[in-house]
């Protein structure tokens, strides 16, 4: 079983930048894709970064393309998403989640993609 700890969020100002970590717990194989979602009030999670444990393939969304970088250390079992150019829009619970398999032709990222979920951290952009 995998275990996701996520960290690092918190209060920012438009156009500050914040990084947040997600420690994962448990062997991790190497057909494992690990993917960042958020959720603001009133709506539904949705995928924001994406990466291949293996190959470090990523994939994002297109409200952050340019902005965000994700990426994994193996060593650290942690995964990260580093936030920059922050707009009060990107204001959300951001959660860690592990895809146990391959994604073949998958070419959408949803809820149901994902296997283990973290519990996660706050991100609040003030304009």
């Known amino acids: 079983q995998v275990q996701l700890e996520e960290s690092g969020g918190g209060l920012v100002q438009a156009g500050g930048s914040l990084r947040l970590s997600c420690v994962v717990s448990?062997?991790?194989?190497?057909?494992?894709?690990m993917a960042w979602f958020r959720q603001a009030p009133g709506k539904e999670r949705e995928f924001v970064a994406a990466i291949a444990w293996i190959d470090e393939m990523t994939y994002y969304a297109d409200s952050v393309k340019g902005r965000f970088t994700i990426s994994r250390d193996t060593d650290k079992n942690t995964l990260y998403l580093q936030m920059n150019s922050l707009k009060p829009e990107d204001t959300a619970v951001y959660y860690c989640a592990v895809r146990m398999t391959g994604i073949g032709t998958m070419t959408t990222w949803t809820y149901y993609s994902m296997d283990y979920w973290g519990k996660g951290t706050l991100v609040t952009v003030s304009s």
């Open positions: 448990g062997r991790i194989f190497s057909s494992y894709h």
